[in-house]
């Protein structure tokens, strides 16, 4: 069901100085930016060969990434993969009795259509689904 990974994500208090460091410790440029308002983030897409960085940066203090960077600081926030439908691989979770938060899935950047598998049932990460 997982075709590679979509996205690794990190969450930054400071998402101009997160750039900065990325292209001037390995010279790479930002490729999409997207401020996600259902989400309260704005975020950064680096691509490294097909994948993404993703640098993630809350807009708002009561955003679920502004509560991670207040307990947990600056760091990896989720993994994202891709699958070829995102519907049929959160049913599968579900299925098997894994927690999830999002309960059908929903539009998310670049077009994208997502859904999040709450860390307790996925070993302490959190995953989201990604079909492109």
Not at 10 to 20: F, G, P, S, T, W
Not at 25 to 50: C, Q
Not at 64 to 91: I, Q
């Amino acid at each position: 069901m997982l075709s590679e990974i979509d996205h690794v994500a990190i969450a930054v208090n400071d998402l101009e100085a997160a750039i900065a460091f990325y292209k001037n410790a390995f010279g790479v440029e930002v490729e999409h930016r997207e401020v996600i308002a259902s989400d309260l983030v704005e975020e950064a897409m680096i691509k490294v060969g097909t994948s993404y960085i993703q640098l993630l940066s809350p807009t708002a203090p009561d955003s679920p990434v502004s509560k991670f960077l207040e307990k947990r600081g600056e760091g990896l926030h989720h993994v994202g993969y891709r699958v070829p439908d995102c519907k049929e691989a959160l049913e599968m979770v579900k299925a098997e009795g894994f927690p999830v938060i999002d309960q059908v899935p929903r539009p998310g950047s670049r077009g994208t259509t997502v859904a999040f598998v709450h860390p307790k049932g996925a070993m302490g990460t959190l995953i989201e689904l990604v079909q492109p």
